[in-house]
């Protein structure tokens, strides 16, 4: 299992990478690995500020649909929109190519709050 240490970590299996105020967020390779070949990737919430913990998206695998949870309070800026045509690449490259979305970021001291490499590792008991 994949765990890139630089990355944050949510308890809902969702990556962080910062960059300055802009976070780019994904989903774990536990993730991907749990939900299945992913089908479908839904964000209607572009362009909108929304609070930390709130639905941004869902995620359609073959067997389940699962809710995407916004691991930090902020605008959401990007889709990665290649995930229309090619969702499967969530499992090939969950931490590359298959991110999600892009935040600028609303209290950048929400992100002392997100999970370390070890943490998420014990989470999953990697």
Known sequence: MNIPAELKYTKDHEWVRIEGDVATVGITDFAQGELGDIV???VETLDETLDAEEVFGTVEAVKTVSDLFLPLSGEI????ESLEDEP???NSDPYGAGWMIKIKLSDASEVDGLMSADDYKALVGA
């Open 40 to 42: 479908y990737v839904e």
């Open 77 to 80: 800026v990007e889709f990665n």
């Open 88 to 90: 499967e690449v969530v």
